[in-house]
């Protein structure tokens, strides 16, 4: 074999694990295998875990955070406008040069899969020959996926929707939307009409950021719901945000969550970003803004945590850290439940690998052989703890590897080495 890991812990809690890798698959799973591997790890009871995924990213705008001015109101409308005035000082090598960098973040912390936005709206579409660059550069090592992203509208920006066209045309794999961004409510089901009749026609998949709004009377992801079961694209459609949910009437919800659910339809939501951005016009008590997470998995709904923005005109922090969003995303759905914390990890990996479709993805034989050993004992731990990457491996390689987060204490009467998880 040309690689094995030795006494893991995997995800579903099944623990001293072995895994045979060969030719970039997994071979076998089980304990104490009896075969040698070229290389061989212990994972000393570790978590392995298949790779991170991030349903929903900005790669166009990452790592861009300062330029030409930082956000002052931190909101989304002056995110917004930002973006517009940096826009057309953007040079594609830049652009590259910082995707790039994100991409090494991204591949250390084990996140090896990205769904990435690209704003469509710039006639030169810039960002999209840059991303599809990009996109190229690093598939040895993480999947990206793109979508057309109308960032202005694709109703009220002039020209939007042949420059969709054309970065379809181009290579870039799923058709976006903003409708709440649109003029009118009207104007929004509208586009949501034409995005999906357009993806329908191409068999494309389609992820609309829809409803990031505090507005409880905001109602697309009802009309996003209708047209996925109108066209047939049951399993092929996501709502990305879907914050509106978060103020709406709970009677409505009572009606709207079956719908979704009969659908298909998935959700993603990105903690880290609607914590900071909603509820910007409340005084006291502040509405948290994401959308209802735990309801819709009830539901049925497939539900993902997206890390949507790192370092860019909306939010000036962030790491690539697939775990940091789970936390925050526990934090405010207030999954706090043994199950719910266990279904925080899922949605950043297995939940959005699923949404995403990626083939291969999972622990079982067949699979592809990528995965991340983690400094942590479960799912939970590895959440507390946003756990070091002991190593992350992409088709039986190992791309990168870290120490155990660990310190030398120097208190009398205490142990010389402080561990953080628990009974070790
Ligand atoms: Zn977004």
């Known amino acids: 074999m040309d690689l094995v890991i030795r006494n893991a812990t995997l995800p579903d809690g099944r623990q001293h694990m072995d895994i045979a890798v060969q030719d970039g698959r997994i071979a076998a799973v089980g304990a104490r295998l009896q075969v040698t591997g070229a290389r061989e790890i212990d994972a000393a009871g570790d978590l392995l875990t298949p790779p991170f995924v991030d349903a929903h990213f900005h790669m166009d705008a990452t790592l861009s955070y300062g330029l030409p001015r930082v956000n002052a109101s931190g909101t989304l409308l002056e995110g917004i406008a930002l973006w517009g005035e940096l826009k057309p000082d953007l040079t594609q090598q830049a652009l590259v040069a910082r995707a790039l960098q994100y991409c090494d973040w991204a591949a250390a912390r084990g996140l090896l899969a990205i769904r990435t936005h690209v704003d469509i709206c710039d006639d030169r579409l810039l960002a999209v020959e840059a991303l599809l660059d990009v996109k190229r550069q690093v598939a ?21 929707m042949d420059n969709l066209k054309r970065a379809i045309g181009m290579g870039v794999d799923v058709v976006g939307g903003i409708p709440h961004f649109e003029r009118t409510m009207a104007q929004g089901a509208e586009s949501i009409r034409l995005l999906c009749e357009f993806a329908a026609g191409r068999g494309l998949m389609v992820d609309m950021h829809c409803d ?3 507005d409880p009377l905001s109602r697309h992801i009802e009309t996003l ?17 879907l914050t509106s949910m978060h103020s709406m009437d709970n009677y409505y919800v009572s009606k709207l969550l079956p719908l979704i659910a009969e659908s298909g339809v ?25 959308t209802r997470v735990p309801e819709l998995m009830a539901a049925g709904v497939d539900v993902a945590f997206g890390h949507d923005c790192v370092m860019d005109p ?19 759905a207030q999954m706090t439940g043994q199950a719910a914390m266990h279904a925080c990890f899922l949605a950043v990996t297995a939940t959005p690998a699923r949404i995403l479709g990626l083939e291969g993805y999972g622990l079982a034989p067949g699979c592809h052989a990528d995965f991340v050993l983690l400094d942590a004992g479960s799912t939970v731990e590895a959440i507390r703890l946003r756990a070091a990457r002991r190593a992350v491996v992409r088709r039986g390689v190992v791309i990168s590897e870290a120490p155990r987060a660990a310190a030398q204490l120097n208190l009398p009467g205490r142990p010389a080495r402080v561990d953080f998880r628990l009974g070790r």
């Open 266 to 290: 998935a959700a993603i939501a990105n903690p880290l970003i609607n914590i900071t951005l909603q509820g910007r016009h409340d005084t006291y008590p502040k509405r948290r803004g994401m």
């Open 225 to 241: 719901a209708y047209e996925t079961q109108r066209l047939g694209l049951q399993g092929r459609v996501t709502g990305s945000h």
């Open 140 to 160: 040895p090592y993480i999947d990206m996926q793109l979508v057309a992203f109308p960032q202005d509208g694709i109703l009220r920006s002039p020209g939007a």
């Open 314 to 332: 909306w939010y000036g922090l962030g790491s690539g850290d697939m775990l940091e969003v789970a936390h925050m995303g526990l934090h405010v």
């Open 212 to 214: 990031e709004s505090d």
